[in-house]
């Protein structure tokens, strides 16, 4: 299992792109900015989405790369997510409004894009060696994250999410974790900033990591422009004995 990171960022900038994963070339999670980054040929491949929640940094770009797949591709891509999310962004994005509704173009028995529910607990197979299992998190919209359990090991990803027993006891459930990507968006001195906006500070993150059971290696993500380097410095000392990576755009996220 190979897992690129497309983007990654709480926000844009040069050479900052918003959260997308690429996993082994044909799937994503999350349709942040960073899909703008793949190349048609790189876009073609893609089968299927898995969308953590509705927030426009996490889903933007499906309606650019709907928009471009259009007349290239002759079969459905499959978009996962919960209901609550699918509602979003049928309602907000995908209205003919915001954009065109390409669930139903070119036509309803031939859409480029096919809607598929998936709840918490429910598992998707990937393929015959990966399965991904949706988990619950917190944040100030319905979402989620998922855990992808291949031959080699188990990787998962929160998505946007803040302190809460729901999620930590959904990742002690899995039979093993070797690599948890999790959120840090902002610096310990905005911390009344992350409660209201559901989003993990350095200090608050050290904390709740005690109730992990697993020691998977930590890949950090959603810092928000401008506070890199402060949200860093802080993990030198709220992550103290954990092995983690700040990351960036287009590293990747490998199981050998």
Not at 76 to 100: M, S, Y
Request: hydrophobic share 40%.
């Amino acid at each position: 299992m190979r897992i690129k990171v497309l983007g990654c960022s709480g926000g844009v900038g040069p050479g900052l792109r918003t959260t997308s994963l690429l996993v082994d070339d044909e799937f994503l999670i999350d349709a942040g900015t960073g899909v703008g980054d793949l190349t048609l040929t790189q876009q073609r491949r893609i089968r299927g989405v898995f969308l953590t929640h509705c927030h426009l940094d996490h889903v933007c770009g499906l309606a650019f790369m709907a928009d471009n797949l259009f007349d290239l591709i002759d079969r459905p891509i499959d978009v996962h997510a919960t209901a609550q999310t699918l509602g979003l962004i049928r309602e907000h994005i995908f209205n003919w409004k915001i954009w065109p509704d390409f669930s139903v173009l070119p036509n309803e028995n031939h859409p480029l894009l096919r809607w598929c529910e998936i709840g918490v607990g429910e598992t998707l197979a990937l393929d015959d060696a990966r399965d991904l299992t949706v988990f619950p998190v917190l944040h100030t919209v319905p979402a989620v994250g998922c855990a992808i359990a291949g031959r080699r090991g188990t990787f998962a990803f929160t998505g946007d999410t803040y302190a809460d027993d729901h999620m930590w006891n959904a990742l002690n459930a899995l039979p093993r974790l070797d690599k948890l990507m999790i959120e840090i968006a902002f610096p310990d001195e905005q911390a009344a900033l992350g409660h209201t906006s559901k989003h993990f500070t350095p200090s608050l993150l050290g904390s709740e990591l005690k109730k992990l059971r697993h020691r998977p290696r930590l890949y950090l993500t959603h810092h928000k422009p401008g506070c890199e380097g402060m949200i860093e410095r802080q993990c030198r000392t709220a992550l103290r004995g954990w092995d983690y990576t700040h990351l960036k755009r287009g590293d990747v996220i490998a199981f050998d």
